[in-house]
């Protein structure tokens, strides 16, 4: 089990106060965007090797602007999907974080059926590649299963998220973790009460205790990436110290 951080939750615009941020808080990975890696590789691979940090996941948080549900929308997101691709074999990342947040976010059928179709292209785009794609979505345990069985492809994983399913959709975070775990890719930590803003984990009602058990329980030895945003490295080395504790029987 390791801990580190998503770049976009790390209190600098530029690309290299984060990296350097991200190693004195104690941390031994970043997860990327794609946004900012993409055509960018050398020079985030030369700070990943003189910060020590591991890439373990590549986000593409584009699908929170183009709508994976949008069939409008197919033609930017498969030149997304394929600078995905490319920039994770340079890179050596193992994973795609894949979001349906924002525009992306599943309110229908209509919006369920194009968003299998986007994960059918990404899906395909990343064949041969060993690649592992996450869905983050905040959809019940079955509708989750359903995408996947839907999808079709052995690459298509579940990204978990301490918080999301609650404060999104009202649903029980340790529930769905449970129903989900044989499936789950890699795990986001961050906490909150109801859809407010962030507060440090474990002081929120969104069930990360219960989600921290069960990860526990299951002997979980993947990356947590947190996810809560901070302004200072106090507050953030007091979740890394929280994630610890709570995960120590599983290190």
Not at 81 to 101: C, D, G, M, R, Y
Request: one cysteine or more.
């Amino acid at each position: 089990m390791k801990i580190g951080i998503c770049e976009w939750n790390i209190p600098h615009p530029e690309t290299a106060p984060r990296f350097e941020w991200a190693a004195q808080a104690g941390l031994k990975g970043l997860e990327i965007d794609l946004e900012n890696a993409g055509g960018n590789e050398p020079r985030f691979r030369e700070l990943s090797n003189h910060w020590k940090l591991e890439l373990p996941t590549l986000g593409i948080n584009a699908c929170c602007k183009h709508s994976m549900c949008d069939p409008a929308q197919l033609g930017i997101l498969k030149s997304t999907f394929e600078s995905a691709v490319q920039t994770a074999a340079e890179l050596n990342i193992p994973k795609l974080q894949v979001p349906s947040f924002c525009e992306s976010f599943i309110n229908s059928d209509a919006d369920f059926e194009q968003t299998v179709e986007c994960f059918r292209l990404l899906c395909k785009l990343a064949e041969g590649t060993g690649l592992i794609i996450g869905t983050e979505n905040a959809l019940s345990a079955e509708k989750q299963l359903e995408l996947l069985n839907r999808v079709g492809s052995d690459q298509l994983k579940i990204y978990f998220d301490t918080r999301n399913a609650f404060a999104m959709s009202g649903l029980n975070s340790a529930e769905i973790l449970e129903a989900l775990y044989p499936h789950i890719c890699e795990v986001h930590l961050k906490d909150g009460t109801d859809n407010g803003p962030s507060q440090p984990l474990g002081k929120g009602n969104s069930g990360f205790f219960q989600c921290l058990e069960i990860l526990k329980t299951k002997n979980y030895t993947g990356w947590l990436l947190l996810e809560n945003d901070y302004k200072t490295l106090s507050a953030c080395q007091a979740d890394i110290h929280t994630a610890k504790t709570g995960m120590k029987q599983a290190e």
